[in-house]
């Protein structure tokens, strides 16, 4: 029998494990058949109320910092052309001492000297590395591959930042998301704004290159706890039907982002380095009020029992709304009592009369019967349906972090200026803005990404054939164009993971949920830089691989459940009775 634990009323009231049995279900009553649950809170607040626009705007502008960190090294990372420097007459004289009677020729290479000795003999000597270092087409300071010479045999080096960036991303999405569904959205968060912007200060003065990639390295741990636990934050605040707006106004800050570096890396181009990172990182200094600007999330709070936090918080968005306080404190209390119910067996006197007026007013009682169980990221995989989400999910992340970053780093074979191509690339993505507004609540989430993810496959596929014949006239035009689809159509797919990936687990596994498929995902970003050598090699390639993923994940995306319409799911059995519901196979057996 499930009854609602807020109308019990009875002189015994106690926990066992016989009788009546306590249950959530996904719309529940309150008095009068009403329906009651979290985002009815939130519309009673208003759904553009002063509060949640405040706290959104300041959770979104995050993305400022966490957007620049990841693409600064496009311009502080940058490999001008080079080559070795100048023999001095000391070097040459030590190198011709026993050519002393022969005329020498020398020819400068990238990263070789060349010397010929026009004797009885010709005689030729070739120095590498680099006798007398190099020279760049930049001053020595305007980059750290400049600074330290990280060219030639020193290249690999260059590659350690953004590799060690990576794998701090990977450790970050493995750890950060338990941490903030274990201990809270709010801490994890705001130490993680700090963390970047403490890593990026140390990386802008340490003197030695070692020193600059293990800052990257703790850079990425700390992306990771803002990229994970900032969407949730919104989402858990944000009803149903206005959660697109969500992934739309991040899309449209990310983009302004990345274009926001281009002009200042432009004009700051005669300066170090250290100074252009060390002005682009204070964008995040804002984040040492994070403590007092921001505040946990009133779900997650609900969810582990933190009434009166969550409570407090609430009273402070109804005065902050101008909204009746008493009205929203009463829902509140419906909401407590049934909306975060887990099954419990409660034992009832055989005269205790039921669905009484008056909710349970003992708050350690109601915590008792409410508070959720604690998940890990164990959990994923113990159950069949969540595992096959899981599984799909973590599949999609790491084909779309390869295509993504793939495309990026390929951007530097277009013929224009370095500036210039960034900002167009980084241009190119503001369509799938207007998309996303227009499509997330007519199509769904799963539709938009089974769309994009066609568009990417068929332009990459179409861009690799065309390269291919790439001596026919136009063929570069085409190559241009197919490029600048794909470019679009896996921003559109991946962007779309933000908010797709979040709405699909419940509460206590949501940012864990998030936090793996994306771990998982940086092993696409750490195979993305082979891309280059291996179009060097099979001019093909990369595009027929990219395509060919793409098309993979358009087969396997309908076997996820369809977030738009639904409230974001509290258990772990909600999300399997909403898959069994949603589902892509249920789908296909009903047309059977």
């Not at 807020?6 to 494990?17: E, F, L, R």
């Not at 940058?78 to 030590?94: F, G, V, W």
């Not at 590799?163 to 201990?183: E, K, S, W, Y």
Request: charge should be neutral.
């Amino acid at each position: 029998m499930t009854i609602n634990a807020a109308y019990i009323k009875g002189p015994k009231q106690t926990v066992k494990t016989s009788h009546f049995k306590l249950r959530c279900s996904w719309s529940p009553l309150g008095p009068n058949n009403e329906h009651v649950n979290l985002d009815d809170v939130w519309r009673a607040l208003g759904v553009r109320g002063k509060y949640q626009m405040t706290q959104a705007a300041l959770l979104i502008l995050t993305l400022l910092p966490e957007a620049i960190q990841l693409v600064v090294v496009v311009f502080i990372g940058y490999r001008p052309p080079h080559q070795c420097a100048n023999l001095t007459s000391e070097d040459i004289s030590l190198y011709t001492g026993r050519y002393i009677n022969s005329s020498v020729d020398i020819t400068y290479h990238d990263c070789s000297v060349d010397l010929a000795f026009n004797g009885t003999n010709t005689t030729h000597l070739s120095l590498s590395p680099c006798p007398a270092g190099f020279t760049y087409d930049l001053e020595k300071d305007r980059t750290f591959v400049t600074e330290y010479d990280l060219v030639c045999d020193g290249a690999e080096r260059a590659e350690l930042s953004q590799t060690l960036l990576i794998v701090g991303q990977m450790l970050g999405a493995a750890i950060l998301p338990q941490c903030a569904d274990r201990f809270g959205r709010k801490p994890v968060f705001v130490l993680s704004n700090i963390g970047i912007l403490v890593a990026g200060i140390g990386g802008c003065f340490l003197p030695t290159i070692t020193g600059f990639a293990i800052m990257r390295f703790l850079v990425g741990i700390g992306q990771q706890g803002m990229a994970m636990v900032m969407p949730a934050m919104i989402l858990e605040m944000i009803p149903v039907e206005f959660r697109f707006m969500v992934e739309v106004s991040s899309l449209t800050v990310w983009t302004t982002s990345m274009i926001v570096v281009t002009p200042v890396a432009y004009f700051l181009r005669d300066i170090s380095w250290r100074y252009l990172y060390f002005v682009l990182t204070l964008t995040s200094s804002f984040t040492l009020f994070g403590y007092w600007i921001y505040n946990e999330s009133v779900r997650w709070l609900l969810a582990n029992g933190k009434f009166d936090e969550a409570k407090r918080i609430l009273r402070k968005a109804a005065k902050m709304n101008k909204v009746d306080e008493s009205h929203i404190m009463n829902m509140v209390d419906k909401v407590i009592a049934v909306e975060f119910n887990v099954e419990e067996e409660v034992v009832v006197d055989e005269d205790t009369s039921m669905m009484a007026e008056e909710p349970i007013n003992n708050t350690e009682q109601i915590t008792k019967l409410n508070k959720l169980p604690k998940y890990t990221i164990f959990t994923l995989f113990k159950r069949r349906r969540i595992a096959m989400i899981t599984s799909i999910m973590i599949f999609v992340w790491t084909v779309d972090s390869l295509v993504y970053y793939g495309l990026i780093l390929s951007s530097a074979s277009l013929p224009v200026d370095r500036y210039l191509s960034f900002f167009l690339l980084t241009v190119a993505e503001y369509p799938v803005v207007l998309f996303e507004y227009t499509l997330f609540n007519r199509i769904g989430r799963k539709w938009f990404c089974i769309i994009f993810h066609a568009v990417a496959a068929v332009s990459l596929i179409a861009g690799t054939v065309a390269n291919y014949f790439s001596d026919l006239p136009g063929s570069n035009i085409a190559v241009m164009i197919f490029f600048f689809l794909g470019k679009l159509g896996i921003t559109g797919s991946f962007s779309c993971l933000f908010l797709f990936t979040p709405e699909i687990f419940p509460t206590n596994l949501r940012t864990v949920g998030m936090g793996l498929p994306s771990a998982a995902g940086r092993i696409g970003g750490m195979l993305a830089p082979f891309a280059g050598p291996l179009a060097e090699r099979v001019k093909w390639a990369p595009g027929a691989i990219f395509g060919c993923l793409c098309l993979l994940v358009t087969i396997v995306t309908p076997f996820l459940p369809e977030p738009m319409g639904h409230e974001l799911p509290t258990l772990v059995e909600d999300l399997e009775e909403w898959y069994k519901a949603n589902s892509g196979t249920k789908f296909r057996k009903s047309k059977r």
